[in-house]
């Protein structure tokens, strides 16, 4: 495993890269796609893209939960979680690098 993590500065150096718009264009159009995305999600849409996987936000209900050292009884709000399902593509994908 590595420690690179992939920036948004990278996302749109492989767009100038491979589609040809210039940096700034390549960088303005990775954050409006991002934006769209988060703002979808915020309005509690689900997000889809084809071949690699779904964003959704779950709602979770108000509990009680228990602090592991202490034993004490914790209220747990309710709250909204942002969860990811990889296609199956992309699992496969995943995997497949595994095995090199």
């Given at each position: 495993m590595t420690d690179k993590t992939l920036t948004r500065m990278d996302?749109?150096?492989?767009?100038?890269n491979q589609v040809g718009l210039s940096r700034n264009d390549s960088a303005d159009l990775v954050e409006s796609i991002l934006s769209h995305v988060s703002d979808a999600l915020v309005d509690g849409e689900t997000v889809k893209i084809s071949s690699f996987g779904t964003?959704?936000?779950r709602e979770k209900a108000?509990?009680?939960g228990r602090?592991?050292?202490?034993?004490?009884?914790v209220p747990i709000h309710p709250r909204r979680v942002l969860?990811?399902?990889p296609s199956h593509l992309m699992k496969d994908r995943v995997a497949a690098g595994n095995k090199s």
């Open positions: 996302l749109a150096e492989a767009v100038h964003f959704s936000v108000a509990r009680i602090n592991p050292k202490t034993g004490e009884e969860t990811f399902r």
